[in-house]
């Protein structure tokens, strides 16, 4: 059983910064997805990185934007987000699953973490 715990939500100003982290309780290879869900929405694969840190990939709306990483060391994946937008508001899920691909799909993820709030807005 994977256990994951996000941190690091919060209110941010239009292109604006936030670090959100997601805690990791196994140090076996999964891959860590990153999520967000608006209310009576389908859940959005944002990034993904793979269990190794060899392989990443991003939704092309957040490329350039966001930066996926892993600290093996502390057991953590880092989701990075810079110049944030309105539209990113949403709750983020990090996640467990047994490969990052392209289509960043949730049905590939496991295991899931409690969501961390985001609000973009001035």
């Known amino acids: 059983q994977l256990r994951l715990v996000e941190s690091g939500g919060g209110l941010v100003q239009p292109g604006g910064s936030l670090r959100l982290s997601c805690a990791v309780s196994?140090?076996?290879?999964?891959?860590i997805g990153w999520f967000r869900q608006d209310p009576g929405k389908e859940r959005e694969g944002v990034a993904c990185i793979s269990g190794g840190g060899g392989a990443v990939n991003y939704v092309k709306s957040v490329q350039g934007r966001f930066t996926v990483s892993g600290d093996k060391a502390t057991s953590t994946v880092h989701l990075q987000m810079d110049n944030l937008k309105p539209e990113d508001t949403s709750v983020y899920f990090c996640?467990?699953?047994?490969?990052?691909?392209?289509?960043?799909?949730?049905?590939?993820?496991?295991?899931w973490g409690q969501g961390a709030h985001v609000t973009v807005s001035s």
């Open positions: 196994s140090s076996d290879y999964y891959a």
């Open positions: 996640a467990g699953g047994p490969y990052c691909g392209l289509l960043i799909s949730p049905s590939s993820y496991h295991y």
